[in-house]
Each structure stands twice: as C-alpha cells, then as structure tokens.
C-alpha cells in the first residue's frame, strides 16, 4: 500500500495532493517504526529488567516523581510508545505527568471531564486494568497519548482509585493482553509508592501535633515554675492560727489515749502497756492505731516526736 502511494505522489501533478499524500506515507512509516521499536523494547528486556523497573518507580521519593519515572519506564522499559498519570478528582482528572513530554493544550492541563459512563469510570469502579479500543476510548486521553486506543490501569489505596495511569502502544495500536498486564504491574508499584507517601505525611502530621503539645505543657510548666503564688485576704497571724489549730487537732488524744502515748514515750511495750493499764493487748493495738492517725506518724518513734512538741 506505501508503494503504491509512493508511485501516486511520484506522478500526481496535483502538488498539493503529493504534499498530502506526504505526509500520510510519514504518519504510516512513523507509526510502523514506533511499533517496531516497541516490539524490540520488550523482547530485549526480559522480566528481570521489568522487575528493576518496578523498583525504580516504588523508590522515587514523592507521587510526582513515581508519576515521572513511571510514564518514562513505561515507554523505555515497558514497550509503549506513550503514557501518562492523572490524578482523580471529583468531576475530573488532572495530568501530573507524561511521556513523551510536551506542553498541554490548554484545555487537557484545565483538567479532562469524568464521565460516567467513560472507560475510566469502568477502571475505577472495577480497580482492574482496563483495555480501550477505538470505539470505547475517551477522546481527550486519545489525544493525550496520540492513540485511539490505549490501555489503562487503577492506582488504588485503601480501597479508593487515587489515579489512573494510561499507555499507549502506537497512533492506532489494539492493546492486548500483554499491554494490559505491564500496564497493571506499573500501576500496582504505584500505589505501594503511594501508600507509602501517605504514610509518611500521617506520621509527619503526628510528629507536628505532638511537638506542639510538648512545646504547650513545656510552656505552661514554666509559667508555674516563673510565677509568684500569693496568698490573698488571709494575714501571717490567721495562717499561723490555723496551722496551730491543725497541729493540735492532730495530737488531741483522749485521756485513755495519752496514758497510752506517756507508756509509748516511756519505751513500754504493747505487752506491758496490757499488764500496766489492766487492758487486753488487743485494745492496746487499737489505741496505738488510733494515735498513729491522729499525729500522722507512720511508726511509734515519729508518734514520740510529733507528741512531745506538740507538749
């Protein structure tokens, strides 16, 4: 067929028709080329250049640059001859990368429509790789990767697609299988990479949020430690009372209690104390308790000392 147009431009006088079909013969020798670098792309890496591939896109350190090196390891690794990632949002997709690079027409960088009943919803909602054929593709990724059919895959994290990564194999290339296996493969490296990210801006938020109050109860303990505690409306005198009527209320014993506390004092024994007082030894447990509470004394040494100046 590119013979015969070949020998139609030779003879046609008609200069513009030759000029055109020119430029048909170029298209049709382009996209054959690119089919055939594709071809050769993938038989000359194997799955062990596909697996290195892979690890390069998962290690990039942010979504921008897994979306970079994913379109280029695409096209360089995994046969396409373009490819790009959007970001999904409520109503529409937005371009954060593709290959090969070129300034977007104004009204793809906008942002490209979700349709409900596109493709990509398809993709979606089934979170599986999807192939679009010529009648099913949408127009602007059509345009976007300069093919009228491509394939596309889902990033999903946490149950939600986050993205879409879309490859195309030449101008009017079918997809396969195989095509939508590769594409699959870039798409689940993605969403580690992703959930990663994530993850990482989860933590830095708690980081943020602890440091914040760490620096909130540093502040505030310093301002206790800073500050001068002042006693208000009640004079020396009145604290002094009060502190001595707290004392005295701590050692008021009754009189059964005091012989008790005059015999501790005096070193005796609960044992002696029983035989001395004509009491059991029982009761004289009792009242010792009951003094150790009173002074606030944890032993019959501190009950002596705290009896002694408080008399």
Do not use: W
């Not at 093919?147 to 879309?166: E, I, K, Q």
């Not at 009189?255 to 004092?265: C, F, N, S, T, V």
């Amino acid at each position: 067929m590119i013979d015969r147009a070949l020998e139609a431009v030779a003879g046609s006088p008609d200069d513009n028709l030759a000029a055109e079909l020119t430029d048909v013969v170029t298209a049709v020798l382009g996209a054959q080329l690119q089919l055939q670098q594709s071809a050769a792309r993938r038989t000359l890496f194997g799955p062990k250049a596909l697996a290195t591939s892979l690890r390069r896109v998962a290690a990039q350190p942010s979504t921008q640059a897994v979306a970079r090196q994913g379109c280029a390891e695409l096209v360089e690794v995994g046969g396409f001859t373009s490819a790009s990632v959007v970001e999904v949002h409520p109503g529409h997709y937005s371009v954060i990368a593709h290959t090969p690079e070129r300034d977007l027409p104004e009204h793809l960088a906008a942002g490209i429509p979700r349709r409900p009943d596109g493709v990509e919803t398809t993709c979606m909602e089934t979170t599986l790789t999807v192939n679009a054929t010529a009648a099913t593709a949408t127009a602007e990724f059509s345009e976007l990767l300069g093919s009228t059919a491509y394939s596309l895959a889902p990033v999903v994290h946490a149950g939600r697609t986050v993205g879409l990564v879309h490859a195309a194999g030449g101008i009017d290339a079918e997809p396969g299988d195989e095509d939508r296996h590769i594409i699959g493969l870039y798409g689940d490296a993605m969403a580690l990479s992703y959930a990663r990210e994530v993850g990482r801006a989860r933590m830095a938020a708690q980081h943020s949020i602890v440091a914040r109050q760490t620096e909130a109860i540093l502040e505030a303990t310093r301002k206790l430690i800073d500050a001068d505690l002042h006693l208000t409306g009640v004079d020396e005198a009145t604290i002094t009372r009060a502190e001595d009527t707290g004392q005295q209320s701590r050692v008021a014993l009754t009189p059964r209690e005091q012989e008790i506390m005059h015999l501790i004092a005096a070193c005796a024994t609960n044992n002696e104390i029983a035989e001395r007082l004509f009491i059991s030894l029982e009761t004289v447990k009792s009242h010792v308790k009951k003094i150790l509470r009173k002074t606030g004394s944890v032993n019959r040494s501190e009950a002596i000392v705290r009896y002694l100046e408080s008399n």
